[in-house]
């Protein structure tokens, strides 16, 4: 699953070449907190299998961002790669906790988080 979701994102930005890959990222986060959003309205009616698609393909892209930020090349300051680190054990926690049914309203940090740091990614002021 990482490597097909790692090779997706690399097609992706193959083909966005004339995307800055941190514009590429940003969208990436911005897809998942639609389809995190989405599964927080629909939580009821949607099946285990669509829920854990969406909370899979949000792990995922948190996955490749913690693997990229603390690869020993990587050339972000050390205290960015703690909080990147930090933040994806934080998903990597609550999608376990969403996997065995949390209640739809903790997907709301996610959301948050997905959003704050695809406005940081396009240089914006992160939405109240």
Known sequence: MYQQATQAYQQSANTSASMDPRALEAEALMKAAARLSVLQREWTTVSIEERNDALIFNRTLWTIFVAEATE?????????????????????????????????????????????????????KAAP
């Open 72 to 124: 020993t090349t990587s050339e972000l300051p050390f205290p960015l790669q703690n909080n990147i680190a930090n933040l994806g054990l934080f998903i990597f926690n609550r999608t376990l906790e969403m996997m065995a049914g949390e209640d739809p309203v903790a997907l709301e940090t996610m959301i948050n988080i997905n959003k704050s740091l695809a406005a940081g990614l396009r240089g914006q």
